[in-house]
């Protein structure tokens, strides 16, 4: 049986719920401003410009065709609209209509935290964290 944490263990998983817990109030709050569920308002943030579905499903770390019913619902809302890629007709590419860009940057404002929560640190302590996470996660 292994050991229990110790104190400094414990005081950092505390920590690494702390921030969870803000940036999920955070986005949820700014979600419901505009009447979306957070995968909703999530997905609208990740299209940048014309996107494939598959970028959006990258970015919500989800399957592409469970990526499709959000996609539906933005865009019945009119906040985005679908359209063929030129190069590979296969593959549908969505893009932010005026009002969901005006929604995305309204979602942005609402969510200075959950948008950039790694604000504070400079650049080497952002990779210092970084590798410090990919060695707790081959554990």
């Not at 919500?60 to 469970?66: F, G, I, K, R, V």
């Not at 590979?88 to 969505?94: E, L, P």
């Not at 929604?103 to 609402?110: I, M, N, S």
Request: hydrophobic share 45%.
């Amino acid at each position: 049986m292994p050991n229990p944490p110790d104190e400094l263990t414990r005081e950092i998983v505390s920590l690494f719920a702390a921030v969870n817990r803000r940036y999920t109030q955070e986005s949820e709050a700014a979600a419901a401003a505009h009447d979306l569920t957070p995968l909703q308002a999530k997905a609208l943030l990740a299209i940048e410009g014309p996107v494939p579905t598959r970028h959006i499903a990258d970015r919500l770390h989800a399957e592409p065709s469970n990526v499709t019913a959000i996609i539906d619902r933005l865009e019945s809302r009119g906040l985005v609209e679908r359209s063929l890629d030129q190069a590979d007709r296969r593959v549908k590419r969505v893009a932010a209509t005026a009002a969901g860009r005006t929604v995305a940057a309204d979602l942005r404002a609402r969510m200075p935290f959950a948008a950039e929560p790694l604000a504070r640190l400079t650049t080497q302590q952002r990779e210092s964290l970084r590798e410090l996470l990919q060695l707790i996660l081959k554990a």
